[in-house]
């Protein structure tokens, strides 16, 4: 199974990268989400998906594993398929997707073209306790050649104390919205305060 790859970007547009893997171009469908972090660079790892159909198979290509998670949590909702997972991440955030299903915000997953009010509340049904308990959700969603962010740095130190993912993440949001430039030292120091 292929968790990644790492090369070229070799073309782009808001659907779909083709990334060149020593002289192999590996074509994958993106989010409008991917698409803004990738469109700018010449080299880049994408975290790949490989969906399996009877007559078919397409990679999905995300910039972070926490893109990927939640397309994954998205995909195993009955009723929502990739193209409808993909729209949703192209329309939001990772952490708008998490934070709409964990507020029950109904009317803004109906929102996304293709998902009806049913589905919505189905998301909202299914996901709502995995990602209370962290599914969906990952430490380092690493994607800079080799370099964690100050914001996952603090996030990993605060879930080996002990605290659960989606607590550390929101807070780790929060303060970081409040205080741009915030060390990790600082974040940990403020997130310590609130959870």
């Known amino acids: ?59 999905y290509g995300f910039f972070t594993k926490d893109e990927r998670e939640i397309f994954r949590l998205l995909i195993s909702v009955s009723g929502i398929g990739v193209g409808s997972a993909r729209m949703m991440l192209s329309s939001m955030s990772s952490d708008e997707v998490r934070e ?13 073209k293709g998902i009806g009010a049913k589905s919505a509340q189905r998301v ?23 370099k964690a962010t100050v914001a996952e740095e603090a996030v990993t130190a605060l879930i080996l104390l002990g605290f659960s993912k989606p607590n550390v993440h929101k807070a780790v949001h929060n303060i970081q919205a409040a205080n741009p430039g915030a060390s990790v030292e600082e974040i940990i120091k403020e997130a310590l305060k609130i959870l």
């Open 124 to 146: 909202v049904l299914e996901l709502k306790d995995k990602i209370i308990k962290g599914e969906g959700s990952v430490s380092v969603g690493d994607n800079l050649v080799g």
């Open 100 to 112: 709409a299903i964990l507020s029950e915000n109904i009317a803004k997953i109906k929102s996304v």
């Open 1 to 59: 199974m292929i968790d990644y790859i790492k090369g070229q970007v070799a073309e782009i547009n808001p659907t779909q990268v083709v990334i060149d893997c020593n002289g192999v171009g590996y074509s994958m469908l993106i989010s409008l989400q991917t698409y803004e972090a990738v469109k700018d660079l010449k080299e880049t790892k994408i975290y790949v998906h490989h969906h399996l159909r009877e007559d078919d198979e397409e990679f």
